[in-house]
Structure formats: structure tokens, C-alpha cells
């Protein structure tokens, strides 16, 4: 399995941007899709992202279409969402995570065997 750290997360103003990572270590990095999820305040966690093992193809939960932007580099063994125009409702911590496959519904996403960072704290906040 996969040991996954997320860094990159802080306090933002409303509109501002932020590239958070997710570091990988372990084999066959490319071997899994990786996740990210959120966790807001008094809120359940929800899938945000998915993007494929290669790289080529991402999908995302609706809120955030056209504002957040995922990539991976397999050679590096990173994963960077970069999110723009963020706004208070994006607040909470952001966890990747990896499995095998992005589901089509990213409300579906729940990657609950796969394996799992710490998680990093993204505020927006003015």
C-alpha cells in the first residue's frame, strides 16, 4: 500500500487560490487513482476529485467544476489539485486518498479500503 502526506493547505480570502499536494510512498504508485476529499465543519466528508492512473482524465463533484483543476506527475509520485476562486463553503480538510478505480459519480466516492492521508486544513475565509 500507498503512505500518502497532503501539504499545502492554509488560510485564503474569498476568491483566492491555493495548490494543495499529496506525496506519495510505496510501489506502483501509478498502479492507483487518487481521490480527494473534503471535511466541513459539521458536514459529512464528500469526494471532490478523482483522477485516473495516468493522468489523463479527471472527474469532479459539481461545485467545484471549473474552479478546481487536478494533475498528477507518476514520476514524482505527486498529485496537485489547484483550486481557484475559493469561497467559504470550500472550508474544511482535504484528504487524498488512493484506490483502483475513480467512480463516474464522484458523490459516490468513498475509497474506504484504500489507503489514506493525514489530511491538510483549508480555510477561506476574509
Known amino acids: 500500500q500507498l503512505r500518502l502526506v497532503e501539504s499545502g493547505g492554509g488560510l485564503v480570502q474569498p476568491g483566492g487560490s491555493l495548490r494543495l499536494s499529496c506525496a506519495a510512498s510505496?510501489?506502483?504508485?501509478?498502479?492507483?487513482?487518487i481521490g480527494w476529499f473534503r471535511h466541513a465543519p459539521g458536514k459529512e466528508r464528500e469526494g471532490v476529485s478523482c483522477?485516473?492512473?495516468?493522468?489523463?482524465?479527471?472527474n469532479y463533484e459539481d461545485s467545484v467544476k471549473g474552479r478546481f483543476t487536478i494533475s498528477r506527475d507518476n514520476a514524482k509520485k505527486t498529485v496537485h489539485p489547484q483550486m481557484d476562486s475559493l469561497q467559504p463553503e470550500d472550508t474544511g480538510v482535504y484528504f487524498c486518498?488512493?484506490?483502483?478505480?475513480?467512480?463516474?459519480?464522484?458523490?459516490?466516492?468513498?475509497?474506504?479500503?484504500?489507503?489514506w492521508g493525514q489530511g491538510t486544513q483549508v480555510t477561506i475565509s476574509s
Open positions: 483522477i485516473s492512473r495516468s493522468g489523463g482524465s479527471a
Open positions: 486518498a488512493a484506490d483502483r478505480a475513480c467512480p463516474r459519480d464522484i458523490s459516490t466516492m468513498t475509497f474506504l479500503f484504500g489507503s
Open positions: 510505496g510501489s506502483a504508485f501509478d498502479y492507483y487513482v
